[in-house]
């Protein structure tokens, strides 16, 4: 999880950012002055002038806390907004040992959960978020279309809502103060090569097929890769998982047992940890089927090379789907006044639609669907969120084209994706236990 | 006057003070921290051997250390071999001191550029379709390419090896550059051949950068943990992988015992190498 970021998207895009804050500057002044009544928020004047020595410090992973977002939201916000990237544990230890150093924390939901238990965030009140109901109720009530989301691993609506502004205790149900507030998500999968694999890949269990001994490899951050190895395993038909996000002893067993049978037998090529490395082990051809991320697919494809991100749809017998994960913003106890103020405004602003755009030509998605919709042309919305072919050329968040037209996105529209996930990305009861395990398996 | 012991002492102070500061300080907070209790996310102070525990328990430890010793003892062996062998040339083959100097910068060029440079430089040679496998199986010597190239515990000796020598040639060079003559002259004189030279004069002299050597070889490999992760294709643990891997779900506590168990089996392999050699003896010998 921590380096999913991918200096791919980092580095093309520092030009870009660089560009931008430049720019912003420029205008930084006259936006101040002016602009403030046609703001997207429609901030008044007066407002304007209290919040413009105002800075917010957004700290997070750097695939959820992004450079060009915060000098966008600065642009339209006019006052400061500062990012930091620190891989999830770093970000963790300096919330919980330097907390008056971060406003806006990133937070995924077991870190929600570490967080509010901690005392390190006050709720989010319902009611100052303004496109709360246009939220999908995926986040918010933990369905969609009447069908209920998996609640194997830490759903993002698991740890969504506490009781009171100081709660430290996150509770069943919708309620009016939130932990954190959703900006980013996806559900991630098998990545392979069509060229060299002869068939649609489509289950999980090809993972673990014996036809790619010595071509395979799995994803070596342990509390995700465990699960993508369960996903393999139930898909094999070897064990059924009460919660593959919370296993028993007995299930890691089972599960880091397989895994060391078949790396013993030569199923892995390698593992690997970070995003360039996957593109690099997809790219040499040194494998030909691996856990992937999103942004890796399109980055291999991005050379030249033919990869697809396999679409599991859930199977009625409940194995297969996707691994989904989620990223959301909370409020550091600390803030108040007008410096909460602020904070409120950023985090509406992320549900104002420029970010929903942004994300989405990452292959990520917004929350809030609808006001992303207004700052993609119908091409791109219909790429990106519906899962339609393309109607022209697809580019990436800065300008490079990935798809042709009459490319569909693979797995579908986002809706198909999301009401097939299988378990969301977490930290087990038993983590102690499985990271142990875990290693095992790699010194085996 | 200032008397010559206020001197000395004046002298020592400031890497007194930074390594008390930068070493000793972080040390003692490592050590204070494998003994606090650990539960739901967070670390509470407090005595508690528990971390020792589940990192002694584990048959997991041991087989760690058992399989980075075996890459320290093979790319031990691989530095003394080569890392001797140049010195020997640079110091006693090349008449000229100037070029023999200039050879030996030659030796550093490779750390001109950075250590993961040089580490991920043996991808695209080692790989499956990397240019060592692309010329045997071009010339029709192989048909499949070999696996065993990359990803193994081949190549993360290999890389070990390319990285680690110059920590070898750098003692070894310095001793033997100190070694006098006039000896060989006496060891020929007294009927020696060449290969009783080396054994018995050569090696003797040079024991000191031997050691000294093999104390930063070993001590690298023990304490490595990308070399052995990128070149192993991720297929090896290593026991600082161990620790990150606890560090990222926030186990400090048993991450810190674990590491305060590795100081001290590190210090055992090193003690034991200054047990063979007195480093220190000989280097006040020779004032």
Redesign the interface.
């Known amino acids: 999880m921590s380096e999913r970021g991918s200096k791919h998207d980092m580095s093309q895009g520092s030009g870009k950012a660089a560009r931008v804050s430049r720019r912003s500057l420029l205008k930084g002044a006259a936006a101040i002055g002016t602009a403030a009544g046609t703001s997207v928020i429609g901030a008044p004047m007066i407002w304007a002038q209290e919040i413009k020595d105002i800075t917010l410090t957004h700290i997070g992973v750097s695939y959820s806390v992004v450079q060009a977002i915060g000098d966008q939201a600065q642009k339209d916000l006019g006052f400061k907004v500062v990012m930091q990237n620190l891989d999830t544990s770093a970000a963790l230890t300096r919330f919980i040992t330097q907390p008056k150093s971060v406003d806006i924390p990133d937070l995924e939901g077991w870190q929600a959960k570490v967080a509010v238990a901690h005392g390190l965030v006050q709720g989010i009140e319902v009611k100052r978020i303004k496109e709360f109901d246009n939220m999908l109720p995926i986040f918010t009530k933990g369905e969609y279309e009447g069908k209920k989301v998996s609640r194997q691993g830490i759903s993002p609506y698991e740890a969504m809502y506490v009781e009171t502004k100081d709660a430290t205790k996150i509770v069943e149900g919708v309620h009016d103060y939130m932990t954190m507030l959703p900006q980013v998500y996806n559900c991630d999968s098998l990545g392979y090569r069509p060229d060299l694999v002869d068939h649609p890949v489509v289950q999980w269990k090809e993972l673990f097929d014996p036809k790619y001994k010595g071509k395979a490899a799995i994803l070596d951050v342990p509390n995700i890769g465990i699960m993508d190895a369960a996903l393999a395993c139930e898909s094999r038909g070897d064990i059924v998982y009460k919660n593959k996000g919370n296993m028993t002893r007995a299930e890691i067993d089972t599960t880091i047992n397989a895994l060391i049978a078949l790396k013993k037998a030569g199923q892995f090529r390698a593992t690997w940890t970070t995003f360039e490395q996957s593109v690099e082990l997809m790219a040499s051809g040194e494998v030909v089927l691996q856990s992937m991320w999103s942004p890796a697919v399109t980055a291999v494809l991005a050379k030249g090379i033919p990869c697809i991100y396999a679409p599991v749809n859930q199977r009625p017998d409940g194995k297969e789907g996707y691994r989904g994960w989620c990223n959301g913003m909370g409020l550091m106890k600390h803030l108040s006044g007008k410096k909460l103020d602020a904070a409120y405004e950023y985090l509406n602003w992320y549900y104002s639609g420029w970010q929903g755009a942004f994300v989405a030509r990452h292959g990520y998605y917004s929350p809030v669907p609808k006001t992303a919709e207004k700052f993609m042309d119908a091409n791109e919305y219909g790429y990106w969120y519906l899962g339609k072919p393309a109607a022209d050329v697809i580019k990436d968040p800065y300008g490079a084209p990935i798809a042709k037209p009459g490319a569909v996105r693979d797995g579908g529209s986002f809706i198909e994706r999301f009401t097939n996930i299988s378990c969301w990305n977490t930290v087990m009861d038993e983590n102690q236990y499985m990271i142990q395990r875990w290693n095992e398996f790699k010194a085996a | 006057m200032v008397p010559a012991r206020t001197r000395l002492t004046l002298q020592v102070l400031p890497l007194v003070v930074v390594l008390l500061v930068f070493f000793v300080f972080p040390l003692l907070i490592v050590l204070a921290v494998s003994f606090f209790h650990y539960d739901?996310?967070?670390m509470k102070p407090g005595f508690t051997l528990e971390n020792y525990a589940?990192v002694l328990d584990?048959?997991?430890t041991y087989?760690?250390y058992w399989?980075m010793i075996k890459f320290a003892v093979m790319t031990w062996a691989c530095t003394l071999v080569i890392g001797f062998l140049v010195a020997y040339f640079l110091v006693f083959h090349v008449r000229s001191k100037l070029i023999a100097i200039g050879l030996f910068l030659v030796c550093t060029v490779p750390f001109w550029t950075s250590n993961i440079i040089r580490m991920i430089s043996w991808?695209?040679l080692l790989?499956?379709?990397g240019l060592i496998n692309s010329a045997l199986v071009g010339t029709g010597v192989i048909h499949q390419p070999l696996?065993f190239l990359?990803?193994s515990d081949f190549s993360v000796v290999v890389s070990y090896v390319h990285i680690f020598t110059i920590f070898m040639i750098v003692p070894i060079f310095n001793t033997m550059s100190r070694i006098d003559r006039a000896l060989f002259e006496a060891a020929r004189d007294a009927g020696l051949s060449r290969l009783q030279t080396m054994l018995q004069v050569v090696i003797p002299l040079t024991r000191n950068g031997i050691a000294l050597g093999s104390i930063f070889v070993v001590t690298l490999v023990m304490g490595d943990f990308y070399i052995v992760?990128?070149l192993s294709?991720?297929?090896?643990?290593s026991i600082l992988?161990?620790v990150y891997?606890?560090?990222?779900?926030?186990?400090f506590p048993?991450a810190a015992a674990q590491s305060v168990f590795l100081i001290i089996i590190v210090m055992l392999m090193v003690g034991i190498i200054l047990r063979v050699v007195d480093v220190r003896k000989e280097l006040v010998d020779r004032q």
């Open positions: 739901d996310m967070g589940a584990t048959g997991l087989r760690l399989s991808l695209p790989g499956k379709q696996q990359l990803f992760k990128v294709g991720g297929g090896r643990a992988s161990a891997d606890d560090i990222s779900t926030l186990l048993q």
